[in-house]
C-alpha cells in the first residue's frame, strides 16, 4: 500500500497565479479530505468528499478556492488567482468508513503534504 | 466553541512516561476520541481511539474516564523520537456529525530531552 500520494512536494508561484493541487488516496478509501496547516491557524479542514461528493465545503476559504474529485482515485485543489497569504502546507487524507461491532475506528490516512509558497 | 483544549505544549525526559490530557466538556453520546501524532514535514498519523475506560495498543494507552469530559493520552518510557505534535480529536468516527470531530486544532507541542 503506497499510502496517500500528493503532487507536486513544493510549489512555488507569483501572485495571481493558477495553483493546482493533486491527491490520490489509498485504494479502497470512500472519504477524501483537504487540510490546510500554517503556524498561525494549525490545521484546518478545507472540504471533503464522500464517494466523490463533496460533503462540507464550509472551511474552503473564499471563491479562490475549488476542489474536485472526478473519480475514486484522484482528487484536486485549485487556487485561483494564488496570493501571498495561500502560503501553508496543504494535505490531503482519505479513510475508508468501517462499519460492525466494536469501536468505530475510520482513522484518516495523511499524506506527506503540499508545500505552497506565494510570492 | 471548541470541541476540545489540550496544553500548547509539554516536556519531558528520555525514558519518563508522559500523560497528555485533553479536555472535551461537550462530548456527544456517539463522540469517540481520536488521538493523532506529527512530526516536521509529515502529515498527521493515528495513534489510538477509544469510547471509554481505557485502550492500548503497542505504541500508547487512552484513559477515559467515566463522565468521558476528558481523556488521557498515555506515552510510556519516551525517547527523542517522540517528540512531535499530538492532537486530540472528538466527533463521530463514521463521520455522521460531518464536519464534527475532523477539527484538529493546534496541537500538544511535546518535546523530550536526553
Known amino acids: 500500500d503506497a499510502g496517500v500520494i500528493q503532487s507536486p512536494r513544493h510549489e512555488v508561484t507569483e501572485m495571481g497565479q493558477e495553483v493546482t493541487l493533486r491527491c490520490k488516496p489509498i485504494?479502497?478509501?470512500?472519504?477524501l479530505f483537504w487540510y490546510r496547516q500554517t503556524m498561525m491557524r494549525g490545521l484546518e479542514l478545507l472540504i471533503y468528499f464522500n464517494n466523490n461528493v463533496p460533503i462540507d465545503d464550509s472551511g474552503m476559504p473564499e471563491d479562490r478556492f475549488s476542489a474536485k474529485m472526478p473519480n475514486a482515485s484522484f482528487s484536486t485543489l485549485k487556487i485561483q488567482p494564488s496570493e501571498p497569504r495561500d502560503s501553508a502546507v496543504y494535505f490531503c487524507?482519505?479513510?475508508?468508513?468501517?462499519?460492525?461491532?466494536?469501536?468505530?475506528?475510520?482513522?484518516?490516512?495523511f499524506g506527506n503534504g503540499t508545500r505552497l509558497t506565494v510570492t | 466553541l471548541a470541541k476540545t483544549t489540550q496544553p500548547i505544549s509539554m516536556d519531558s525526559y528520555e525514558g519518563q512516561e508522559v500523560n497528555i490530557t485533553c479536555s472535551h466538556n461537550n462530548i456527544a453520546t456517539n463522540d469517540y476520541i481520536t488521538w493523532y501524532q506529527q512530526f516536521p514535514s509529515q502529515g498527521p498519523r493515528f495513534i489510538i481511539q477509544?469510547?471509554?475506560t481505557k485502550v492500548t495498543n503497542e505504541v500508547a494507552s487512552l484513559f477515559i474516564p467515566a463522565d468521558r469530559k476528558s481523556s488521557t493520552l498515555s506515552l510510556p518510557r519516551v525517547s527523542l523520537s517522540d517528540t512531535a505534535v499530538y492532537y486530540c480529536l472528538v466527533g463521530d468516527p463514521f463521520f455522521r456529525g460531518g464536519a464534527d470531530g475532523l477539527t484538529f486544532g493546534k496541537g500538544t507541542h511535546l518535546i523530550i530531552q536526553p
Open positions: 485504494s479502497g478509501h470512500d472519504y
Open positions: 477509544g469510547y471509554k
Open positions: 487524507a482519505s479513510s475508508q468508513l468501517l462499519t460492525g461491532g466494536g469501536y468505530g475506528n475510520s482513522p484518516l490516512h
